[in-house]
């Protein structure tokens, strides 16, 4: 959340909804009954102890916008890596074969180094600071050639989801967005609440050298990532991008129609994507320009046209010009959602 000139200044992104003593009352009760039914381990005495967080946001400055997410366990900070990365390399042009493919490889080397450290902060192998540090970008943006290459995990120094965005006149701003995970979460409903239990567990590793390992009391990593854009310490604007690990990639090519190619909220939301898979694969949309498919195939990238656009991301934006104080909303085109004025 993003309070006015006028206020004391505060940026809040919010990946969870507030939450009260009312856990540890008769709905409680049911959850824990509930769970304990299907053999599951959550317990009243978890969500007695739980209590709701207010984190510092992270952040890096790409081309004068600082671009915010919010900090691990979450993957915002891909995003962060992916824009530090491709900073390095040669200036942005719109739809060329080259800008693309520099693009898509910087997000290849964020998402394995992401999907390598990211868990709670405080068990990560490496702080979010060095990932986000000109001296991890510049070695990163080094492994990137002319050619598709398939990306390992960086080595290490040796020392169901719902997105809204909402500005009023006054110029505050919310960033939130909601998740059960895989579409109606662990498919468990608490009878008599309407409640369905999430699934993000399905993230942790079981391997006990991961720092994503499961254990008490941990969150895994997860998907669930707000994102918001400020320009000299004013508010630009909340934005998001729902889909599971097509997040951070959507994030990525967000700020990038924004800032690089100036394009409006509604037409960077339209723009053809393409999502990075695994290895060299990178799926693309339908409409995606079949000459730039072409041309990324030839440079090494194993480009795969999808018959449907459902796995590109769903995403909503809000932009204030900084000078009138305009506000300018985009609303996918991709799935169900809308630009409302109160």
Request: with cysteine.
């Amino acid at each position: 959340m993003w309070k006015s000139p006028g206020h004391a200044k505060t940026l809040r992104l919010i990946g969870e909804t507030d939450a009260d003593a009312f856990y540890t009352g008769e709905l409680a009760d049911a959850i824990d009954a509930h769970v304990a039914v299907h053999n599951g381990y959550l317990r009243k005495s978890d969500l007695a102890k739980y209590e709701v967080e207010w984190v510092k946001p992270i952040s890096t400055n790409y081309k004068g916008y600082d671009v915010w997410e919010i900090p691990p366990s979450g993957q915002g900070v891909v995003t962060l890596m992916a824009l530090n990365i491709f900073s390095e390399l040669s200036p942005a042009v719109p739809n060329t074969v080259k800008t693309l493919h520099e693009q898509i490889e910087a997000m290849k080397l964020a998402f394995v180094d992401g999907k390598a450290f990211i868990t709670e902060e405080r068990d990560m192998p490496v702080d979010v600071e060095h990932l986000l540090s000109k001296e991890y970008s510049k070695k990163r943006a080094q492994l990137i050639t002319d050619r598709a290459t398939v990306p390992e995990p960086y080595d290490l120094p040796k020392s169901g989801t719902v997105y809204l965005a909402t500005a009023d006149e006054e110029g505050n701003m919310v960033s939130f967005i909601q998740s059960n995970y895989m579409g109606f979460g662990s498919g468990i409903v608490v009878p008599g609440t309407g409640i369905a239990l999430q699934n993000r567990g399905v993230d942790f590793s079981l391997d006990p050298s991961h720092p994503n390992v499961l254990k008490p009391g941990k969150r895994s990593f997860n998907t669930i990532i707000p994102g918001f854009l400020t320009k000299n310490g004013q508010a630009i604007g909340p934005f998001g991008i729902m889909g599971g690990f097509m997040q951070p990639q959507g994030h990525f090519q967000v700020v990038i129609n924004t800032i690089d190619y100036e394009l409006n909220p509604q037409a960077t939301l339209d723009a053809p994507r393409w999502q990075w898979v695994e290895g060299n694969k990178v799926h693309v949309e339908p409409n995606y320009p079949n000459h730039l498919a072409q041309a990324l195939t030839r440079l090494g990238h194993e480009i795969v046209p999808t018959l449907d656009n459902g796995s590109f991301g769903r995403g909503q934006i809000i932009w204030r010009n900084p000078e009138t104080g305009v506000l300018a909303g985009g609303t996918e085109s991709r799935t169900d959602g809308t630009i409302a004025v109160c």
